[in-house]
Nanobody, 129 residues
Framework: RVQLVESGGGSVQAGGSLRLSCTVSVEIGDETCMAWFRQVPGPEREAVAKIYGGVGSGTYYADSVKGRFTISQNNAKNTIYLQMNSLKPEDTAVYYC?????????????????????WGQGTQVTVSS
């Protein structure tokens, strides 16, 4: 069973930084889309950042975090990261790591939860003004 374990959440003042980590229990394949989502109270999760290492490799960022957040991947450690800088109160949410195995770049590097099969348990990020 694939498990994703997040760490690194916490509380920070506006303008501060946090780095989230997500360790996967299996090797991250090139055709696996790894992503960070966030959710405030409500039914929908917003795709914040995604990374894809297969054909058409690249990254995706929500407009709200472009220039402030950076997603990266360390395959040797089966870990992805989300570096969050210049945090704002509106970034407050539960952040989830997600994996979509055997998918395509065009489906990964876009908004939404296409092909996501595995989720982490979530980590709270709170930004105070």
């Amino acid at each position: 069973r694939v498990q994703l374990v997040e760490s690194g959440g916490g509380s920070v003042q506006a303008g501060g930084s946090l780095r989230l980590s997500c360790t996967v229990s299996v090797e991250i394949g090139d055709e696996t889309c790894m992503a960070w989502f966030r959710q405030v109270p409500g039914p929908e999760r917003e795709a914040v950042a995604k990374i894809y290492g297969g054909v058409g490799s690249g990254t995706y960022y929500a407009d709200s975090v472009k220039g402030r957040f950076t997603i990266s991947q360390n395959n040797a450690k089966n870990t992805i990261y989300l570096q969050m800088n210049s945090l704002k109160p509106e970034d407050t949410a539960v952040y989830y790591c997600a994996a979509a195995p055997r998918t395509l770049s065009s489906r990964c590097l876009a908004p939404g939860v296409a092909d996501v099969e595995f989720w982490g348990q979530g980590t709270q990020v709170t930004v105070s003004s």
